[in-house]
């Protein structure tokens, strides 16, 4: 991705004017501002809800299924799914559900279960191929050394992530399989290492309960399990189950509240580097029947050294050093934005996704009033510009929280005539 090469970008000295030769420090000037603007274009261009999206249609995703299992037939590309997919019929197409700026992501059904398809790209083609394959033969890719394959799988996960990954952390992406359809594996296999996403979820899996394992790929797309996500047209911004009543809601949106407390903190020092969350949105989030919150789109997630390359760029006030909800400061005499994170995870949550709970005097209204009070004021500190004690603010807000659940538990008596009225209408 253009992110990933434009920050660390370095030009070789060349030729410029009419035959002299740019100085090495203008040169490298030149190169840093430049990667510096191609960086935020190409992020910009990818993730700014002001630029339209493609139209997403069944015709076209089906097309571009069927385009997937030809390449499949023809041994270009290969993958675990691609037999399911192309030739047993166990992973059939369902719907569209969006297609951004090149990404497409489709909901299908694998065996019962339902799963989403997701690629950067719309055609395999479009990704660079494996130099190493060069010159190999269709059935090729056999005898390729494992030590080789994994450096140049280890160094686009670098590029992806920022850091290099854990040792033992590639052996979950297959580089050992062989077999037959090796060369098209192989070809997928570094295909889908130009995603971000699959290289960062192939990582976390079975490390995180609050990212979807991958489940499999066919070329250039791979599966993830289908989670409803949020919205802001839910009246708790996440479908939360059975209405319940107010109480019921109250319960369910205070056990979801402590998942993202909880999320939070294992994204914050659970990792050898913090993972920071840029694009905190109720879409981007799921929640499981146990209230367990899923980050399901983690275009925006960056690992600590990641994070500290995207903000660190030239700018002129501190405005120019927010990256969506990741923000940075302005050093006015050097004119570059600090590379540590001026706000946090914590913060960009309370504010997005809290104060729709709590901030207002409704929210949470079958809680008693001075416990509300205390939740009110907390989310207010916690989403407020410039906020300190990140660890302190969080620990008051999971007693409150845990506090509004023994409160609601306590209060379930049953009523005389009938269950606790409806909540239609009003805030949990």
């Known amino acids: 991705m253009a992110r990933a090469r434009a920050a660390g970008a370095r030009g070789r000295p060349r030729r410029c004017g009419l035959g002299g030769r740019c100085g090495r420090r203008a040169l490298l000037a030149c190169a840093a501002w430049t990667a510096g603007w191609v960086l935020a274009a190409a ?17 076209k995703s089906r097309r571009i299924l069927a385009a997937l299992c030809q390449d499949y037939r023809g041994g270009t590309l290969g993958g675990d799914l ?8 166990q992973l059939r197409y369902r719907r569209c559900l969006y297609y951004e700026r090149g990404k497409k992501v489709l909901q299908a059904d694998w065996r019962g279960r ?12 479009s990704f660079p191929p494996l130099g190493l394959l060069d ?16 450096v140049l799988a280890a160094g686009e996960a670098r590029s992806a992530l920022g850091l290099e990954p854990a040792e033992g952390g590639l052996g979950r992406l297959g580089l050992a399989r062989r077999g037959p359809r090796r060369r098209g ?28 394992p991958v489940l499999g790929s066919c070329g250039h797309f791979y599966a993830v399990e289908h989670l409803a996500a949020g ?34 903190r294992h994204f914050d020092h659970d990792f050898a580097h913090r993972l920071h969350l840029c694009d905190v949105k109720p879409e981007n989030f799921a929640i499981r029947s146990d209230f367990t919150v899923v980050a399901i789109d983690v275009d925006m997630a960056f690992f600590e050294p990641k994070m500290r390359e995207i903000l660190e760029q030239n700018c002129t006030r501190d405005e120019d050093c927010n990256f969506f909800d990741c923000f940075s400061k302005c050093d006015l005499r050097a004119h570059r934005c600090g590379a540590q994170r001026a706000n946090s995870n914590l913060q960009v949550v309370c504010d997005k996704i809290f104060r729709h709970w709590f901030s207002s005097p409704r929210g949470t209204s079958v809680v008693s009033g001075p416990l509300r009070g205390q939740l009110r004021a907390a989310v ?12 302190r603010v969080l620990g008051r807000l999971r ?21 606790e009225p409806s909540a239609q209408g009003s805030s949990p």
Not at 47 to 59: M, Q
Not at 233 to 262: C, E, I, K, N
């Open 135 to 150: 010159g190999q033969p269709e059935a090729g890719g056999q005898d390729l050394p494992e030590a080789e394959l994994l």
């Open 114 to 125: 339902p799963v989403v398809l997701k690629s950067k790209e719309e055609a395999f083609s």
């Open 43 to 59: 992020l910009l261009l990818r993730a700014h809800p002001g630029v339209p999206s493609e139209r997403c249609t069944d015709e």
């Open 231 to 264: 919205s802001p047209g839910h009246r708790a911004l996440f479908p939360l189950g059975p209405d319940g009543g107010r109480r019921g809601q109250a319960r369910a949106v205070s056990g979801v509240a402590l998942s993202f407390l909880d999320m939070v």
């Open 399 to 419: 007693s409150l929280l845990q506090a509004a659940l023994w409160e609601l538990r306590d209060s379930e008596e049953p009523r005389p005539g009938g269950e």
């Open 185 to 212: 594996q192989l070809a997928s296999l570094w295909a889908l290492l130009q995603q971000e996403e699959f290289v960062l979820l192939s990582l976390l899996r079975g490390r995180s309960p609050h990212a979807p």
């Open 380 to 391: 207010q500190e916690c989403a407020a510009p410039g906020a300190q004690g990140a660890p």
């Open 82 to 89: 691609c037999e399911d997919l192309c030739e047993a019929g």
